[in-house]
């Protein structure tokens, strides 16, 4: 299936977990301490248009901005955003530096083992950032692994990261990069021949960029498609309900579309899987 058609599929109604009871009468004990503090804590990467934090440090992106409001409607005014490396979202939330992982953080079965996932929000694929004409054609991690001479750029403990290990690349040509702007430097100065992220992340970092010297190859051929969910702490599940609960609201009315869908993302791709499926998938 080509990215293209994923992204405009129209979801079939059993596809989503219709969660449109009202909201549960007894008071979670999490939702009523984040009440009576104003705002929720989220992990962000600054990986627009997943996540994003302008100059004046306000935060948008497709992830805070379906939060911000979830969690308005669960009675919390407002989120507090502070943006980490993906491979420390995770003990940061265990160790209560975060209340929720708002980031683009795709569902993994390890990852739904290891937090409370809500129902899917964003649904991504892979792509390449490479120098025009791309020279070494790379077309799929595994040409990384067969191309000696290829070394690819990934965010620390990201699904990029992972997928180039997994397709056999060596650990020393997969270096790791702390933002997309970073990348992108090392790719244009030749410090690294691809920079791999989901294909909206690239396509606005390239746009950004405005060079000509940089292509876009996406989708990655052979790499699986993702979605995201909001990500809550073990043992904080009352918490996730309530917020799946306005969440499949939101879907419903069409507000969610409306949000996430001039970011660039399909609500129908969200609304057509469920949690249950993606942390089961391998």
């Given at each position: ?18 969660m ?15 009440k009576?503090?104003g ?52 003990p ?14 795709f569902?993994?079965?390890?990852r ?6 809500s ?10 950032a ?17 191309n ?6 990934a ?57 000509p010297s ?18 809550f ?24 579309a ?5 970011y660039?993302?399909?609500?129908a ?14």
């Amino acid at each position: 299936m080509s990215m293209r058609n994923f992204l405009t599929m129209t979801a079939s109604a059993g596809a989503l977990t219709a969660m449109v009871a009202a909201a549960p009468a007894w008071a979670d004990g999490k939702l009523e301490e984040l009440k009576e503090q104003g705002f929720a804590r989220v992990a962000i990467a600054n990986e627009p248009p997943f996540t994003a934090v302008a100059a004046d440090g306000k935060v948008s992106g497709a992830a805070p901005d379906v939060a911000r409001e979830v969690f308005k409607r669960l009675g919390v005014e407002d989120i507090v955003a502070s943006i980490s490396e993906y491979g420390a979202m995770i003990p940061g939330l265990q160790a209560g530096r975060h209340d929720v992982i708002t980031a683009g953080l795709f569902m993994k079965p390890e990852r739904c083992n290891a937090v409370a996932y809500s129902e899917p929000i964003l649904c991504d694929a892979e792509a390449f950032a490479l120098k025009k004409g791309n020279p070494l054609k790379l077309k799929s991690y595994k040409d990384i692994a067969d191309n000696p001479d290829a070394r690819i750029g990934a965010p620390g403990g990201g699904t990029e990261e992972k997928l180039a290990l997994e397709a056999g690349v060596p650990r020393d040509r997969v270096i790791v990069v702390p933002d997309g702007q970073s990348g992108l430097k090392m790719l244009q100065d030749s410090r690294i021949d691809v920079y791999s992220l989901p294909v909206l992340s690239i396509n606005a970092l390239v746009a950004k960029a405005n060079d000509p010297s940089v292509e876009v190859v996406a989708p990655v051929e052979g790499a699986p498609v993702y979605c995201d969910g909001a990500a809550f702490k073990k043992g904080e599940e009352a918490l996730r309900d309530a917020f799946d609960v306005e969440l499949a609201k939101l879907k419903q009315s069409g507000e969610f579309a409306k949000i996430i869908e001039p970011y660039g993302f399909s609500a129908a791709a969200a609304m057509s899987t469920t949690r249950e499926k993606l942390c089961a998938a391998k």
